[in-house]
């Protein structure tokens, strides 16, 4: 991403400002400082005149941290299937593999949660009818 920066603007930036980090990578600048405290990986955020200034190895992080934390809210999502039942719970352990194997993005992963929750749904109404 940033190296797409640096051919657009023509300059091989060395340093970036909040403002342009958070353009480049999609988040916040809030969200930026907060992580700064959690993350020891963004801790040494290089400051000069008291402002931020990111290089592209900070952007990487960043980038890393944001995919990172989209693919748990998935996760937790795939986690409450597993509460449900144990055939359900077999189905999301295999889910969980293909997204580490196969790297889907969070948007595929909700697809196919949703999917699952619609076949369990169905499953559930057939039981009810064979009682």
Same mark, same amino acid.
């Given at each position: 991403?940033?190296?797409?920066? &640096? #051919? =657009?603007?023509? *300059?091989?930036?060395?340093?970036?400002? $909040?403002?342009?980090?958070?353009?480049?990578?999609?988040?916040?600048?809030?969200?930026?400082?907060?992580?700064?405290?959690?993350?020891?990986?963004?801790?040494?955020?290089?400051?000069?005149? &008291? #402002? =931020?200034?990111? *290089?592209?190895?900070?952007?990487?992080? $960043?980038?890393?941290?944001?995919?990172?934390?989209?693919?748990?809210?998935?996760?937790?999502?795939?986690?409450?299937?597993?509460?449900?039942?144990?055939?359900v719970s077999e189905l999301a352990g295999k889910i969980?593999?293909? *997204?580490?194997?196969?790297?889907?993005?969070?948007?595929?992963?909700?697809?196919?949660?949703?999917?699952?929750?619609?076949?369990?749904?169905?499953?559930?109404?057939?039981?009810?009818?064979?009682?």
């Amino acid at each position: 991403m940033v190296e797409k920066a &640096n #051919r =657009r603007s023509g *300059t091989g930036k060395v340093y970036y400002q $909040i403002s342009e980090v958070a353009q480049l990578t999609g988040v916040n600048e809030s969200t930026l400082r907060n992580w700064e405290e959690q993350y020891e990986e963004l801790r040494n955020v290089r400051r000069i005149n &008291n #402002r =931020r200034h990111y *290089t592209a190895a900070d952007i990487a992080s $960043i980038e890393r941290i944001s995919e990172k934390r989209s693919n748990k809210d998935t996760t937790d999502e795939i986690r409450e299937i597993e509460d449900s039942s144990p055939q359900v719970s077999e189905l999301a352990g295999k889910i969980t593999k293909t *997204t580490e194997r196969d790297t889907l993005t969070p948007k595929q992963v909700r697809t196919l949660v949703k999917a699952l929750r619609e076949v369990r749904k169905e499953l559930q109404k057939i039981a009810s009818q064979l009682a």
